[in-house]
């Protein structure tokens, strides 16, 4: 499945779009490519910058969210925690 990315208030960067696609490498393989990621970039201040996350996992939706001076950290946090709640989610429907 795909990761869409929507950039915002920045210019679309190959670099940044390449980064995305390798931090959500292990997510993918957690999910088996299944399930589509919508990933939002969006540039709230002079230097601060906001990412979301949003998958319909299994038919739950998920979110994530994080904000940071550092476009980079604020990716690898969003992930993380989209991380954390597809393997949350898929323990419940093994369990």
Known sequence: MPIHL???????????????????????KITDDKFPFHVNLNKVAEE???????????NKPLSSKADHENLYKAISKSIESMKTQVIRKAEKVRG
């Open 6 to 28: 929507s950039f915002k208030n920045i210019r679309s960067s190959k670099a940044v779009t390449e980064h995305v696609h390798q931090a959500f490498e292990e997510l993918i």
């Open 48 to 58: 601060s910058y906001h990412v979301g996350i949003n998958c319909s996992y299994r």
